[in-house]
């Protein structure tokens, strides 16, 4: 059974920055896929970034791109998403997804594993 499990949210000011760790478990993920969705209240869950853990092929939304990036750490079967810059507007709940594929994908239901999320709040 997969299981992931987030950690590294907290608050921050404006122009901060914050490490997400996302901790992979119960299954090889050479096949997979990683990505990084967010929800703010009252809005739908968007995707952030994505990664094909067996690639260096990242992906990421325009409202992230140059600010956040992806990485994972083979060893440790973790993927991590390094925010700099960071904005009021960031302010969500972030979570981790994961789904056996080929490639990234932006949509929220092609991924069949989530995490519980972590809370990351931005002040101005």
């Known amino acids: 059974q997969v299981q992931l499990v987030e950690s590294g949210g907290g608050l ?7 490490r997400l760790s996302c ?6 993920f050479r096949d997979f896929v990683m990505a990084w969705f967010r929800q703010a209240p009252g809005k739908e869950r ?3 970034a994505g990664i094909i853990w067996s690639d260096t092929y ?3 939304a325009d409202s992230v791109k140059g600010r956040f990036t992806i990485s994972r750490d083979f060893g440790k079967n973790t993927v991590y998403l390094q925010m700099n810059t960071l904005k009021p507007e960031d302010t969500a709940v972030y979570y ?3 789904t056996r594929s080929p ?6 239901d092609f991924y069949a ?3 519980q999320g972590t809370q990351v709040t931005v002040s101005s």
């Not at 901790?23 to 090889?28: D, H, K, P, R, T």
């Open 12 to 18: 921050v000011q404006a122009g901060g920055s914050l």
């Open 23 to 28: 901790a992979a478990s119960g299954s090889n």
């Open 46 to 48: 968007e995707f952030v």
């Open 58 to 60: 990242t992906r990421y």
């Open 96 to 98: 981790c997804a994961a």
């Open 103 to 108: 490639a990234v994908s932006t949509a929220k």
């Open 113 to 115: 594993y989530w995490g």
